[in-house]
């Protein structure tokens, strides 16, 4: 697992494994990046489903609860596809830009 940290947030990714793995993996490591917004990349993943999107629900959901941001970043299941609770876009960037207005909502109490 890979970690990118660029200020209050970090970019996680793995290459060559299964969504179950990165998942395990991801949960194992979420205590030491528990206090920084964090955007999933799952571009390594040849084929997603919005059932592989559900499997970060309870994730994300503690995350979120926690006053952070939580972004999956995959172009295999579109924003339409996703269940409403978890943000997905196509890009980093957009992730990115994502986790910049949610910061801007929270300072501002909305």
Known sequence: ???NKE???TIV???KTSIATFLGNLTKAYPKIKHDNIIVNLFSFSKLTAGDILEFF???NKH???N???VLVTSKVSYD???EE???VPTIQEAKDLIEMEEIERDLGI
């Open 58 to 60: 309870e994730i994300s």
């Open 1 to 3: 697992m890979i970690f």
């Open 7 to 9: 200020g209050t947030t």
């Open 86 to 88: 978890i943000n997905v």
């Open 64 to 66: 979120k609860a926690a």
């Open 68 to 70: 952070k941001s939580f």
């Open 13 to 15: 990714f793995q290459e």
């Open 81 to 83: 596809e996703a269940p």
